[in-house]
């Protein structure tokens, strides 16, 4: 069973630029889950897609990030345009249905804002 | 609220002897608890998880974990460090709040250098 995957697995763009990433994640979970972590800090939860729906994206950090799971399989997270506060790793995981299932993660993007 | 906090940002160890990483957390809720580790250019992998079943939990790779409610910790361990055991470590917490998604909070890591 292939794992999730993520492209580009790293990025490096001028501020102001745009930027999008993308999860896909195993085939069969209905769950998506965007995290990131900013250098030096805590891993933190962006968005959960349940299918194509947005659950909780309480975690976005404001109105340049955009994030969407169009068909309900893989998910894009879109950064438009970048800052250099958004330089970070970009999680992407997927999960069973259900809440308290497993979340199998992604290598990440890595992500460098000049 | 939750909370998880990892007490070693670092913590550096011989080939072959005990390993100790720490985490304590808050919880308004029963938690659920997981470790998951983070080898260089890899995805976060599942070490080993507590879900209100038996408080010692065994995971992959020779790692264990116990869940202590009255110390509220979770400490990770492994009776002898192997090299290919260096990587971030996460401790992590989730728990089912009644009336809204689920949230799940990582720790800051811990990095294991293991010492030849």
């Known amino acids: 069973e292939a794992g999730v995957t993520q492209f580009p697995s790293h990025s490096v763009i001028e501020k102001g630029q745009t930027v999008t990433l993308r999860c896909d994640p195993i085939?069969?979970?209905?769950?998506l889950y965007w995290y990131r972590r900013v250098m030096g800090k805590e891993i933190k939860f962006l968005l959960h897609?349940?299918?194509?729906?947005?659950?909780?994206e309480s975690g976005m950090p404001n109105n340049r990030f955009l994030a969407e799971r169009t068909g309900g399989t893989y998910s894009t997270l879109k950064v438009q345009p970048a800052e250099l506060e958004d330089s970070g790793v970009y999680f992407c995981?997927?999960?069973?249905?259900?809440?308290?299932?497993?979340?199998?993660f992604g290598p990440g993007t890595r992500l460098l804002v000049l | 609220a939750q909370s998880v906090t990892q007490l070693d940002s670092h913590v550096s160890v011989s080939e072959g002897t005990p390993v100790l990483l720490r985490c304590n957390y808050s919880s308004s809720y029963s938690p659920s608890l997981f470790w998951y580790v983070q080898h260089p250019n890899k995805g976060l992998q599942l070490l080993l998880k507590?879900?209100?079943?038996?408080?010692l939990v065994k995971g992959i790779n020779g790692f264990e974990a116990e869940f202590k409610k009255s110390e509220t910790s979770f400490h990770l361990t492994k009776p002898s460090a192997h090299m290919s055991d260096a990587a971030e470590y996460f401790c992590v917490v989730r728990a089912l709040f009644p009336d809204r998604d689920d949230k799940i909070i990582f720790g800051k890591g811990t990095r294991l250098h293991i010492l030849p």
């Open positions: 897609f349940v299918k194509e729906s947005k659950q909780d």
């Open positions: 085939s069969g979970h209905d769950n």
């Open positions: 507590y879900t209100s079943a038996a408080t």
């Open positions: 995981a997927s999960s069973h249905p259900g809440l308290q299932e497993t979340q199998y």
